[in-house]
């Protein structure tokens, strides 16, 4: 009897101590389930908020290059504004260019008159000496008007006197001819060197404003080439944001599409709600929220639904998702955690063996493990659990009644 009696306190603290260790198993595996769901993102998430990322790298990128575009636009502004001055500076060239060569052209025209005129007078003039030689010839044969002439000649005196005084005139008047073409000569010839010197410095004026213009005119050409390089820059640049435009546009539009396959298959697991296989082919042997009897004997209140199953039977998810745990987990045993959307989990853990790695996505009837009771030391058969969010719901209203069993 006190042997009987000493054993039951034993037992009974072994008892106590198991409970207490499997609550505080059970805070455990919910504090690590709930660091497991928190930290691993679904892929699609992850991808999303790449493409953020890189919708943002664009988008600096996109504003550099705009501001550097606005730059190559002033440059252009200004060369363009240098170019419109030296063109009105080549326009106000080539106007007094114009005048200039006017009055070149006006002067060589007087210049040739000139010298027309001046070879006329040349003409005239040796015409004159001729005459006047031979006038002054004639009357120094004739001498002067003398008592022979005046006796001898068949001439009365008073003719002989005024033919005398006529020729006289005459060649008087001769030499004054002379001299007046000798001073219209002076003057022509002086003329004809100031027309020459004005013309002279006419065309001076002229080869200084082509050589202007030719300055300007290459200085305009490098302008041109300056202006050239600016738009081509400009115009690479422009290319660069299109491409970086259309690029981020790209990624909008790709971010938009995994947004909808996102909707897609997590509508898509949703509306399979009720309908979904069983995780393996066995008999419901514990309810949601009913209480279990563990090894030790002790009641637990289970958290989803324990199913048994013949070892060495395929374990598989019930449906596509992403595996963001796969291996041991303290209370759990070997376990499977998969993600399937809309903050939907499920856990399916007491496994032989994994059959699936973290960070895997899977389609629905994927094996992810192999049944078995070896890997556990409280409990028995295959347990499942279905997760919205952090709280546990029943599995039993995912799985299709019709391929339920229950013990």
């Keep these: 009897m006190n042997s009987v009696q000493q054993k039951k306190p034993v037992r009974n603290v072994l008892r106590g101590t198991a409970f207490l260790f499997i609550f505080a198993m059970q805070g455990i595996c919910a504090c690590v389930f709930n660091t497991f769901a928190m930290s691993q993102e679904p892929s699609v998430e992850k991808q999303i908020e790449s493409y953020n990322e890189s919708i943002l790298y664009l988008e600096g990128n996109i504003a550099v290059a705009r501001g550097e575009d606005n730059q190559f636009k002033r440059e252009e502004k200004k060369i363009l504004h240098d170019i419109l001055q030296m063109d009105l500076i080549v326009a106000e060239h080539q106007t007094k260019l114009r005048k200039l060569q006017a009055s070149a052209k006006k002067y060589r025209t007087i210049i040739r008159g000139t010298e027309k005129k001046l070879q006329h007078l040349h003409t005239e003039r040796e015409k004159a000496e001729v005459m006047l030689q031979k006038r002054a010839s004639v009357f120094y044969r004739m001498g002067r008007l003398g008592l022979l002439n005046a006796i001898f000649s068949a001439r009365t005196l008073p003719d002989l006197i005024i033919f005398n005084n006529a020729f006289e005139q005459l060649v008087t008047y001769d030499s004054k001819l002379l001299a007046a073409y ?155 955690i998969i993600n399937h959307g809309s903050h939907v989990y499920t856990v399916t853990a007491r496994l032989e063996n994994v059959e699936v790695e973290a960070e895997k996505t899977i389609r629905s009837g994927t094996v992810i493990g192999i049944a078995g009771d070896s890997t556990t030391l409280f409990t028995r058969g295959l347990y499942f659990e279905v997760r919205q969010g952090n709280n546990q719901v029943d599995p039993l209203e995912w799985i299709d009644s019709e391929q339920l069993k229950f013990k």
């Design 182 to 336: 000798e001073e219209t000569l002076k003057l022509q010839k002086k003329n004809t060197e100031s027309f020459k010197l004005q013309n002279a410095a006419l065309d001076k004026l002229v080869k200084q404003g082509k050589g202007e213009e030719v300055k300007v005119a290459v200085a305009r050409k490098n302008l041109e080439k300056v202006l050239k390089a600016v738009q081509d820059k400009r115009s690479l640049h422009r290319k660069t944001i299109q491409q970086l435009e259309k690029k981020s546009q790209e990624i909008t539009e790709a971010i938009s599409r995994v947004k909808d396959e996102i909707t897609r298959e997590q509508k898509a697991f949703l509306k399979s709600k009720g309908k979904l296989p069983m995780p393996v082919d066995g008999i419901v042997r514990t309810r949601f929220h009913a209480w279990t009897e563990n090894k030790f004997g002790e009641q637990e209140l289970c958290e989803g639904i324990e199913i048994e199953a013949p070892d060495g039977a395929s374990v598989c998810a019930i449906g596509t998702g992403k595996v963001i745990f796969a291996g041991y987990l303290e209370g759990y045993g070997n376990a499977v």
